[in-house]
């Protein structure tokens, strides 16, 4: 598996010149999905899968996956890692796609996060 860098710039203006910062970083984990599915669902029917999760993680009981043949367990920890994402993406026939991405993350056998997020 070749492991591609993620690169940022930061453009900084400093009495006319320009600065940039480029960041590379490194992944050396390789990612191996557990579980996927994508489908086409009413906002009504996603509140209810986010609500059993939520409910899950309040209980501090495992979150289990289910499609198909496809089913996976996860026991995440009492302070895992949220990541809240909205994004767009463009296409070169001038299309937008706008996504919302909810992410809890956590190293087996760790338990810690870091800042602070309001959802309104």
Do not use: C, H
């Amino acid at each position: 598996m070749i492991t591609v860098p993620t690169v940022s710039e930061d453009i900084q203006y400093l009495r006319g010149l320009v600065f940039i910062t480029v960041r590379v970083v490194f992944s050396t984990m390789p990612e191996e999905v557990l579980f996927e599915i994508e489908e086409t669902r009413s906002r009504s029917d996603i509140a209810n899968y986010l609500r059993a999760v939520a409910d899950k993680l309040d209980e501090g009981e495992s979150v289990t996956l289910n499609a198909g043949s496809q089913s996976v367990t996860l026991d995440p920890p009492n302070r895992p890692s949220f990541e809240v994402k909205a994004e767009r993406e463009s296409s070169s026939s001038g299309r937008n796609e706008l996504s919302i991405e909810f992410e809890l993350e956590w190293m087996e056998g760790q338990d810690e996060t870091d800042g602070s997020l309001e959802i309104e």
